[in-house]
């Protein structure tokens, strides 16, 4: 006969170690279930057995115990069957789902870009023109349904062609990203910034009313003109604030705002103006 250590000996020739596992947890299982007088259980799984040749073999096994009147197995019926086609055929369907899935990850993250391209200004980072306009629209709206107060301030760099002709456009763009960079370590998160075009620039200043986004829009101008820019040395820019009112639409949101800029470039330049 064949003893304890020998079949465990042929089973670890004929299966691989994760095979292995099942096949002798279902047989202390079985065991088991005979000594505390349980009926036992068929069994079926899949398993890898070894070939002589290093390859493996698929199948699925179906052990099946018959007992006698007295509940004692008598014979356990064994039934083989090759899957290797099936199994192949998973995975080819798992590598082609896992191929569809890395092809839609990138196919997702080249849309986030060309979104992020689309919206944001491609010199300061900032949104760009387009999406301003899509955000003014839709908070114009909040301010018709909830009457949240909010202002918008238009921000232009002082005397920018002087600079462009004076020391450059590179140093031009170099000042553009300077004065992006100072406004948004210094907006609130509730603020939105966007480059509206050339050297112009607007701040959407949410849950906020004239008097408070005036006060923003004066600490703005020390906030540029205090600390000079490299090369092109101190730099002004002149706001015009304007708070949204229950007749505006975004273009005479815009056209105030414009206004009071107009006002604070007449006054000199350096300071900001209020829409009345």
Same mark, same amino acid.
């Given at each position: 006969?064949?003893? *304890?250590?020998?079949?465990?000996?042929?089973?670890? %020739?004929?299966?691989?170690?994760?095979?292995?596992?099942?096949?002798?947890?279902?047989? =202390?299982?079985?065991? =088991?279930?005979?000594? %505390?007088?349980?009926?036992?259980?068929?069994?079926?799984?899949?398993?890898? /057995?070894?070939?002589?040749?290093?390859?493996?073999?698929?199948?699925?096994?179906?052990?099946?115990? /018959?007992?006698?009147?007295?509940?004692?197995?008598? %014979?356990?019926?064994?039934?083989?069957?090759?899957?290797?086609?099936?199994?192949?055929? $998973?995975?080819?369907?798992?590598?082609?789902?896992?191929?569809? *899935?890395?092809?839609?990850?990138?196919?997702?993250?080249?849309?986030?870009?060309?979104?992020?391209?689309?919206?944001?200004?491609?010199?300061?980072?900032?949104?760009?023109?387009?999406? =301003?306009?899509?955000?003014? *629209?839709?908070?114009?709206?909040?301010?018709?349904?909830?009457?949240?107060?909010?202002?918008?301030?238009?921000?232009?760099?002082?005397?920018?062609?002087?600079?462009?002709?004076?020391?450059?456009?590179?140093?031009?763009?170099?000042?553009?990203?300077?004065?992006?960079?100072?406004?948004?370590?210094?907006?609130?998160?509730?603020?939105?910034?966007?480059?509206?075009?050339? %050297?112009?620039?607007?701040?959407?200043?949410?849950?906020?009313?004239?008097?408070?986004?005036?006060?923003?829009?004066?600490?703005?101008?020390? $906030?540029?003109?205090?600390?000079?820019?490299?090369?092109?040395?101190?730099?002004?820019?002149?706001?015009?604030?304007?708070?949204?009112?229950?007749?505006?639409?975004?273009?005479?949101?815009?056209?105030?705002?414009?206004?009071?800029? /107009?006002?604070?470039? =007449?006054?000199?330049?350096?300071?900001?103006?209020?829409?009345?």
């Amino acid at each position: 006969g064949v003893d *304890a250590g020998d079949r465990l000996h042929l089973i670890d %020739e004929i299966l691989t170690p994760e095979s292995q596992l099942i096949t002798t947890g279902y047989y =202390a299982q079985l065991f =088991a279930d005979m000594q %505390e007088g349980r009926v036992p259980q068929p069994f079926r799984c899949e398993q890898e /057995y070894l070939c002589k040749d290093g390859s493996t073999v698929w199948t699925e096994v179906e052990v099946i115990p /018959y007992l006698n009147d007295e509940g004692v197995i008598v %014979e356990l019926l064994g039934i083989t069957r090759d899957i290797r086609d099936r199994k192949h055929y $998973l995975d080819e369907l798992r590598a082609s789902r896992d191929e569809v *899935a890395l092809a839609n990850a990138a196919l997702h993250e080249v849309n986030e870009m060309l979104h992020r391209l689309a919206v944001t200004d491609p010199l300061t980072g900032v949104w760009n023109r387009r999406h =301003a306009e899509e955000f003014l *629209a839709h908070d114009v709206a909040e301010r018709r349904r909830y009457g949240t107060p909010m202002s918008l301030l238009i921000l232009d760099v002082d005397h920018f062609k002087d600079i462009n002709d004076t020391r450059g456009h590179q140093a031009g763009d170099r000042v553009l990203i300077e004065v992006t960079q100072r406004l948004m370590a210094n907006l609130r998160t509730t603020d939105v910034l966007s480059r509206w075009g050339g %050297e112009e620039f607007i701040v959407l200043t949410r849950h906020c009313a004239l008097p408070e986004a005036t006060a923003i829009a004066e600490k703005m101008c020390a $906030l540029i003109a205090d600390e000079p820019f490299g090369d092109a040395g101190t730099v002004t820019v002149s706001i015009g604030v304007a708070e949204l009112t229950s007749g505006d639409d975004v273009d005479s949101w815009l056209r105030r705002a414009d206004g009071a800029l /107009y006002e604070a470039k =007449a006054a000199g330049r350096n300071t900001a103006r209020s829409a009345r």
